[in-house]
């Protein structure tokens, strides 16, 4: 239940210390912990560690009675009431905030437990690139829209492979706007020129220097200008063949009728 309520990528990391556990912007993602054993008489809590300061996440005070951490109400999920030794948590819908080093703090006895795992996450972005736009005096206006960045997303153009730049044969515009509930940023990009290329120029979003893996895109390439004349020949064609065999068939009954 728990790995179909985790919404998104999951990855673990080996490490020398510590797993990495790696999730999504505006997901959820479950911090697995197991306690076999568990005293449960003594506390059990999950805490962060961010910048040298530790905060409260969750913490069972009895089998009746829990606290939350400020930003965490209402955000966490435990799974003690299927399972007493599944002290693992789910986090929902996370935050660029939620970055750090997540502490399960139990006792076995009177053993101190406390498995540790660094969380990173990653902006989900979706990359939308259109049929070019054909203007007059030869410009051709290629169009690329990229959704759900973070503040560092920029937007690239590469043709056959080759980093696109601005130069006097090639004008590139990009606008950048954030969407206030989720803190994302939307980008918009236009390469102008009057260059006849193949193939076409194709974008791509650049993510941050320091998070580079994972990354998912749902890239969506639109082809229309080429679907377009595709079809007009082809319902051309359908009515000539029509029109030929109507003929066809009219002089045939005059012949007989002659």
Request: glycine share 6%; net charge neutral; aromatic share 8%.
């Given at each position: 239940?728990?790995?179909?309520?985790?919404?998104?990528?999951?990855?673990?990391?080996?490490?020398?210390?510590?797993?990495t556990?790696?999730?999504?912007?505006?997901?959820?993602i479950?911090?697995?912990c197991t306690?076999?054993?568990?005293?449960?008489?003594?506390e059990?809590?999950?805490?962060?560690?961010?910048?040298?300061?530790?905060?409260?996440?969750?913490?069972?005070?009895?089998?009746?009675?829990?606290?939350y951490?400020?930003?965490?109400?209402g955000?966490?999920?435990?799974?003690l009431?299927?399972?007493?030794?599944?002290c693992?948590?789910l986090?929902?819908?996370?935050?660029?905030e939620?970055?750090g080093?997540?502490k399960?703090?139990?006792?076995?006895?009177?053993?101190y437990?406390?498995?540790a795992?660094?969380?990173?996450?990653?902006s989900?972005r979706?990359?939308?690139?259109?049929?070019?736009l054909?203007l007059?005096?030869?410009?051709k206006?290629?169009?690329?829209?990229?959704?759900?960045?973070?503040?560092?997303?920029?937007?690239?153009?590469?043709?056959?492979g080759?980093?696109?730049?601005?130069?006097?044969?090639?004008?590139?515009?990009t606008t950048r706007?954030q969407?206030a509930?989720?803190?994302?940023f939307?980008?918009k990009?236009?390469?102008k020129t009057?260059?006849s290329?193949?193939p076409?120029?194709?974008?791509?979003?650049?993510?941050?220097?320091?998070?580079?893996?994972?990354?998912?895109s749902d890239?969506v390439?639109?082809?229309?200008?080429?679907?377009?004349p595709?079809?007009?020949?082809?319902?051309?064609?359908?009515?000539?063949?029509?029109?030929?065999?109507?003929?066809?068939?009219?002089?045939?009954?005059?012949?007989?009728?002659g």
């Amino acid at each position: 239940m728990k790995l179909l309520l985790g919404t998104l990528m999951v990855l673990m990391v080996s490490g020398e210390d510590m797993e990495t556990v790696e999730a999504f912007l505006g997901r959820d993602i479950c911090l697995p912990c197991t306690c076999l054993d568990r005293n449960l008489s003594n506390e059990f809590k999950w805490q962060v560690q961010k910048q040298n300061e530790s905060q409260l996440i969750y913490k069972q005070i009895n089998k009746l009675a829990s606290k939350y951490g400020e930003s965490y109400e209402g955000r966490v999920q435990t799974f003690l009431d299927q399972n007493i030794s599944d002290c693992s948590i789910l986090l929902k819908n996370v935050t660029a905030e939620d970055q750090g080093t997540y502490k399960c703090i139990f006792y076995q006895g009177d053993q101190y437990n406390n498995p540790a795992m660094n969380l990173r996450v990653y902006s989900h972005r979706s990359v939308l690139q259109y049929a070019p736009l054909i203007l007059g005096k030869g410009d051709k206006v290629f169009r690329c829209d990229v959704k759900g960045g973070d503040s560092e997303t920029m937007i690239q153009w590469r043709q056959a492979g080759q980093v696109v730049e601005s130069s006097p044969l090639i004008e590139i515009s990009t606008t950048r706007t954030q969407h206030a509930p989720t803190g994302l940023f939307n980008l918009k990009s236009e390469l102008k020129t009057k260059l006849s290329w193949t193939p076409e120029p194709e974008c791509e979003a650049i993510p941050h220097p320091a998070v580079t893996e994972p990354y998912k895109s749902d890239i969506v390439r639109t082809h229309t200008y080429t679907l377009l004349p595709l079809l007009f020949v082809v319902v051309v064609g359908s009515v000539l063949i029509l029109h030929y065999r109507w003929k066809n068939t009219e002089v045939s009954a005059r012949t007989s009728e002659g």
